[in-house]
């Protein structure tokens, strides 16, 4: 299975603060994805990327930016963070051939 | 934009019983995936299933795509198997690599 791995587990920011968080990915997948999860909600996109040096927007990406620097790495960048983005935050990685997406143990963030 | 649609939201069950989780979409979709999550937060796949039946111990997959819909039948439920199943629905007209989630069921399974 894939090993994607999420840092900070754990964030407390506060309002207007920036806030980074990362993710890596081990399996040299082309595909990596940003999303939040908040009750009610299921999982919902906010940016993904093909490969190094791009970035797409997914469904709810005002707020957010996204940087991939390398094949590994995915980072969500928020540069003014809100209370409203309180939110639990997954990283997954896709393969190109399936698709088939296998996901990060998740980042916990409040903005206070 | 895809729609999807699980069904029920929530579920208890008997220790042993059986359950039938239901996910229907309303766009022409390519392939399905069906996830755990744990109640710690991780989510696991269960099934990469495009189309047909797949089996993995007592879980079950069916995947009917011309249909719309797909479910996920669990046998002999375990206290073990409480926690929330999400299906994901891509392909199509949707970019590729996009998968659109369902809310979810919430499953308990009491002993």
């Known amino acids: 299975e894939a090993a994607v791995t999420q840092s900070p587990r754990n964030k407390v920011a506060v309002t207007g603060g920036k806030v980074t968080l990362s993710c890596n990915q081990t399996n040299n997948h082309n595909n990596m994805y940003w999303y939040r999860q908040d009750t009610g909600h299921g999982l919902r996109l906010i940016h993904y990327?093909?490969?190094?040096?791009?970035?797409e927007k997914g469904d709810i990406p005002d707020g957010y930016k996204a940087s991939r620097p390398s094949q590994e790495n995915f980072s969500l960048i928020l540069e003014l963070a809100t209370p409203s983005q309180t939110s639990v935050y997954f990283c997954?990685?896709?393969?190109?051939?399936?698709?088939?997406?296998?996901f990060g143990p998740g980042t916990r963030l409040t903005v206070l | 934009g895809q729609q999807v649609q699980q069904s029920p939201a929530s579920l208890v069950l008997q220790e042993g019983e059986n359950a039938e989780l239901q996910c229907n979409f309303s766009s022409t979709a390519t392939r399905l995936q069906w996830f755990y999550q744990h109640p710690g937060g991780r989510l696991v796949s269960l099934f990469y299933?495009?189309?047909g039946t797949k089996h993995t111990g007592r879980l079950t997959s069916t995947t009917v795509t011309n249909e719309r819909r797909g479910s996920l039948h669990i046998s002999s439920s375990q206290t073990t198997d409480s926690g929330t199943y999400f299906c994901?629905?891509?392909?199509?007209?949707?970019?590729?690599?996009?998968?659109?989630f369902g809310a979810g069921t919430q499953l308990i399974v009491i002993p």
């Open positions: 997954a990685s896709g393969d190109v051939s399936s698709y088939e997406q296998y």
């Open positions: 994901a629905i891509g392909g199509g007209g949707s970019a590729l690599g996009r998968l659109h």
């Open positions: 299933n495009p189309s």
């Open positions: 990327s093909y490969g190094a040096g791009s970035t």
